[in-house]
T-cell receptor, first 111, second 116 residues
Framework: AQSVTQLGSHVSVSEGALVLLRCNYS??????LFWYVQYPNQGLQLLLK??????LVKGINGFEAEFKKSETSFHLTKPSAHMSDAAEYFC?????????FGKGTMLLVSP | SAVISQKPSRDICQRGTSLTIQCQVD?????MFWYRQQPGQSLTLIAT?????????ESGFVIDKFPISRPNLTFSTLTMSNLSPEDSSIYLC?????????????FGPGTRLTVL
C-alpha cells in the first residue's frame, strides 16, 4: 500500500520569497516520487522525479526536492518565488505500478 | 514524451444520460490510465486501460458505470453511464511510454463534466 500526505492545502508567499511545499509518503516498497504542477484549466506537468539515483533532485522552473528516507519526506522548494509559480502542486508516489497522488497544495504568490 | 488530446474538453449533461470521452496520443504507449479529479480534491485512478482486453478497475469503480475501450496503442475511450450530479468532475487521460515504475506519466488536458 502507498499514500501521500501534503501538509497545507494552501501556501501563500511573497514574490521573491522561499517556496516550501511539504510532502510525506508511505510505501511498502522503495518508492519513486514525483511532483506535478497544474495550472488553471490545464493538465498536469511533471516538475521533477526521484528514482533513487540522487537524493537531491532538480527540476524545471528552478524547483528542487530532497528525498529523505528517514523522514519519509520529499519536500519541494524554490529559492525565489515568481508570480508565474502560482498553481496547484501535487506530490505523487509509485511503488509497484500505480501512481498515488496527494490532495494538492495551492501556491499563492503575492507581489 | 507524449502529447495527449482529449475530446470533448468540457460538457454539460443531464442526469441519467451517458458521455464518452476520447483520448488520443501522438505515439504508441504501453500504458494508459483514466483518472478523476473532483472539485478541490486530488486525482483518483479509475482504471488502467489494457489494449485488446478488459480494463483493470480500482476499488470503487466498476465496468458497468465506467466502460473503457482501448482498441490500439494510441487511443482509448471512457464512457460514463447513468450520470448523476456526483459524477461532475474533471476526467484525465494519462499515459506511460514505457512500463518501468520509475518512468513518468503524461497527462492530457482533461475533460470537465458538469451533470445537472
Amino acid at each position: 500500500a502507498q499514500s501521500v500526505t501534503q501538509l497545507g492545502s494552501h501556501v501563500s508567499v511573497s514574490e521573491g520569497a522561499l517556496v516550501l511545499l511539504r510532502c510525506n509518503y508511505s510505501s511498502s516498497v522503495p518508492p519513486y516520487l514525483f511532483w506535478y504542477v497544474q495550472y488553471p484549466n490545464q493538465g498536469l506537468q511533471l516538475l521533477l522525479k526521484y528514482t533513487s539515483a540522487a537524493t537531491l533532485v532538480k527540476g524545471i522552473n528552478g524547483f528542487e526536492a530532497e528525498f529523505k528516507k528517514s523522514e519519509t519526506s520529499f519536500h519541494l522548494t524554490k529559492p525565489s518565488a515568481h508570480m508565474s509559480d502560482a498553481a496547484e502542486y501535487f506530490c505523487a508516489v509509485r511503488g509497484y505500478s500505480t501512481l498515488t497522488f496527494g490532495k494538492g497544495t495551492m501556491l499563492l504568490v503575492s507581489p | 514524451s507524449a502529447v495527449i488530446s482529449q475530446k470533448p474538453s468540457r460538457d454539460i449533461c443531464q442526469r441519467g444520460t451517458s458521455l464518452t470521452i476520447q483520448c488520443q496520443v501522438d505515439s504508441q504507449v504501453t500504458m494508459m490510465f483514466w483518472y478523476r479529479q473532483q472539485p478541490g480534491q486530488s486525482l483518483t485512478l479509475i482504471a488502467t486501460a489494457n489494449q485488446g482486453s478488459e480494463a483493470t478497475y480500482e476499488s470503487g469503480f466498476v465496468i458497468d458505470k465506467f466502460p473503457i475501450s482501448r482498441p490500439n496503442l494510441t487511443f482509448s475511450t471512457l464512457t460514463m453511464s447513468n450520470l448523476s450530479p456526483e459524477d461532475s468532475s474533471i476526467y484525465l487521460c494519462s499515459v506511460r511510454t514505457s512500463p518501468g515504475s520509475s518512468n513518468e506519466q503524461f497527462f492530457g488536458p482533461g475533460t470537465r463534466l458538469t451533470v445537472l
